[in-house]
């Protein structure tokens, strides 16, 4: 049974970077769409990045040019890489895996299936 464990959220200023890990523990699908999704106060879960089998990426247009998600070789931890941080980040960050098909629409919350518990990111002014 597959768990997913992020880590590396914190508080930090406007324009400083965090990276965020997910580590993936167990068994996952074999061509897995894994993704990023946050959630702020009083806010639906939004998509924020994504990474398929076959190395493709998806960014929100809100952190086009700013974030970067990746993946070790063994695919065993997933990364988001958040630089030049605005207030608006500000969120829960929620790593995510689903079947491949989840990346026919990769930012799209209803086809990933199995959730991290999220790591907070604050971004102050």
């Known amino acids: 049974q597959v768990k997913l464990v992020e880590s590396g959220g914190g508080s930090v200023q406007a324009g400083g970077s965090l990276r965020l890990s997910c580590a993936v523990y167990?068994?996952?699908?074999?061509?897995?769409?894994m993704g990023w999704f946050r959630q702020g106060p009083g806010k639906e879960r939004e998509g924020v990045a994504s990474?398929?089998?076959?190395?493709?990426?998806r960014y929100a247009d809100s952190v086009k040019g700013r974030f970067t998600i990746s993946q070790d070789n063994a695919e065993t931890t997933l990364y988001l890489q958040m630089n030049s941080l605005k207030p608006e980040d500000t969120a829960m960050y929620y790593c995510?895996?689903?079947?491949?098909?989840?990346?026919?629409?990769?930012?799209?919350?209803?086809?990933?299936?199995?959730w991290g518990r999220g790591t907070q990111v604050t971004v102050s002014s």
């Open positions: 990474l398929n089998s076959d190395g493709n990426t």
């Open positions: 167990g068994y996952t699908y074999s061509n897995p769409c």
């Open positions: 995510a895996t689903g079947p491949g098909s989840a990346c026919v629409q990769p930012l799209d919350v209803a086809g990933y299936n199995v």
